[in-house]
């Protein structure tokens, strides 16, 4: 990895889901292939060291950052013109533990796109928190999973869930007696 070759850096970026309604975002950057000139899309993600000896080990992503580096490279696809078009993410991974730091190649997957952009769009398109389909539920103590305290949009979920700490941790609980507990 040389980050000599890097051509841009906090990319914005757009997308048009199928109800006509955009999405913006910002990707870390873009590389250009010393050999071959072709442009490559960036991703920089800290992991603590379990995810981090995790992915090093099998190359497997959580699926949010899968998705999300499908979505920004349709969209890179889309806004810019390159040839050969984007086809290629260059993913680094960092564990926060030690600083130590891992790069693997990954490609655009064209059929991983439609339903994303599906899914996406009916998110947008919800007029209430009960329209939205959810990936995460709480649990019999009313925890919810650790991915929803990190997502911008909990509260749209679970409007009537508390933010508490454990050692630290920031996690989230909805009231167990609560509707939005009821899936």
């Keep these: ?68 580096m499908q979505l920004y490279m349709h969209a890179l696809r889309q806004e810019v013109a390159v040839e050969p078009p984007l086809s290629t993410c260059v993913y680094v991974g960092i564990d926060k533990g030690s600083s130590e730091w891992h790069a ?28 939205v389909a959810r990936h995460h539920a709480p649990d019999s103590r009313g925890e919810l999973p650790w991915q929803c305290i990190y997502c911008d949009f909990w509260r749209h979920c679970w409007p009537e869930a508390e933010p508490y700490e454990v050692g630290g941790k920031p996690k989230l609980r909805v009231p167990i007696d609560s509707k939005s507990n009821q899936q």
């Design 104 to 131: 693997r190649l990954y490609d655009y997957e064209p059929a991983a796109v439609p339903p994303l952009l599906e899914a996406l769009d009916a998110v947008v398109r919800a007029e209430s928190p009960e329209e």
């Design 1 to 68: 990895l040389h980050l000599d070759n890097l051509i841009a850096e906090e990319v914005p970026l757009s997308i048009k889901l199928p109800s006509g309604a955009q999405l913006r975002g910002r990707c870390d950057g873009l590389l250009a292939d010393p050999e071959t000139g072709e442009i490559r899309l960036l991703e920089i993600k800290t992991m603590n060291p379990y995810s981090y000896g995790s992915w090093t080990r099998s190359g497997e992503l959580e699926d949010a950052y899968y998705y999300q």
